[in-house]
């Protein structure tokens, strides 16, 4: 996430990542690219990564002005082409201008590439994924990367090489395609040893991406459990909703309105807000199908998933059951604020993914309309920068 004078950086990692996709996009409806885990591979094994120009803006800045600097070349060598007397000035300008323009240091802007690196996954975040997801990792990986992720599995100690934390940054890093790519052919450390093993015969496609849904889920629910905020951003997951019992639809079906989950289990003891707001889509969800079927007013999870949603809404909000919690989605699906059992109301520091990261110590003050300076400080600043440096 950033302030809102990065949005010239923000515009410029969107065109490096849309340019190359549209450029593997192109190769492929050419029959030039071939094809890894059923989508275009990416047939070279360098990228150009927008991470590293968040962390060093002067080269981002050097980016910018090659890019001008090419432009412009582009522009020069169009008119030589139909304009004769410019060919000789373009003759002698062109080289100069490749020379005097401020490329950017080569190891900054390229990183090292798979095949898979632009892939994107197909899962949509959902409930089912993530729980999927949660069954595989418990039978695969629990084992080196512990039951938190964060590598002190039962076998991490007998290894050379100690499992990383996959509960910190790492996986808003890595683009997904490069994860899958990891998951399934392994990691290698330098002499060639194999460190995280392959496990492309043991498991599908689609089982690696719930693998990479779940592990994001996880890693969102532990790191606002230890540190109190969402420091990465985490979308919200989609599962099937049916309002005033009419037939489902899936929750990322209201994408462009901000949503809100209001997580009761089946004996409220306390008088139940009302749960009315023109300004969210309003969701409730129960642990258990039993408990849903109970109330058929206003929007509920789906009995079907019920059960799945609790446990996965548990999981990104980094508590055993998330009873009594309410959790809101901005606009564009991201999980940006909670409210915990027990809380009278909202004020704008429950914003728990959000740019200035520091909560502020003063303001505790009760607000007449803590939801509303919530959803204004929410909407003042959007979620930008998420993995490697690909922007949402
Ligand atoms: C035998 C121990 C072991 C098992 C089992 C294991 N891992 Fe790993 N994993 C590692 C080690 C060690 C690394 C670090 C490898 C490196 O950086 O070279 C790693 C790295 C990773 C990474 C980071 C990849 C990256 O891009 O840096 C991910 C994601 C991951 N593992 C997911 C999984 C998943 C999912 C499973 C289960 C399907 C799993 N691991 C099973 C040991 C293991």
Known sequence: MTGADDGWLNALIGLLQGAQVALLQALAALGLAGTSHGQPAWPWALKLSGENLLIDLGQARRL???????????????????????????????????????????????????????HRSPTGFTVQSIAQGRTLYAQHCVGCHGADGRGQGAWADARSMSPPNLAGPLLWRRADGDLLWHVMRGMRARDGALTMPAFGERLRDDEAWALIDFMKAQAAGETLRVTGIWALPAALPDVA?????????????????RVRIVAQDDAPVEPQAPLEDPRLVTVRLAPSAQAVSRDGAGCVVDASEAAD???????????????GTTLIADRDGWLRARSQPGQAGWSDDDLLCRTDTAPRAVQTA???????????????????????????
């Open 64 to 118: 910018v002005g090659s890019l001008a600097v090419v432009a412009l070349v582009v522009v020069l060598l169009l008119l030589a082409g139909v304009w004769r007397r410019a060919r000789v000035g373009a003759l002698v300008a062109v080289p100069l201008m490749l020379l005097a323009a401020p490329w950017p240091d080569a190891r900054v802007v390229w990183v090292a590439a798979t095949p898979a690196s632009f």
């Open 366 to 392: 009760v607000v007449a309309d803590g939801l509303g300076a919530l959803i204004a400080r929410m909407d003042a600043q959007p979620v930008r920068y998420v993995k490697g440096g690909f922007v949402h």
């Open 241 to 257: 909703v049916r309002c005033d019992g009419q037939s489902p639809r899936r929750l990322a079906s209201w994408r462009g309105q």
């Open 309 to 323: 949603a609790w446990s996965v809404f548990a999981l990104v909000s980094g508590t055993p059951s998330p009873a």
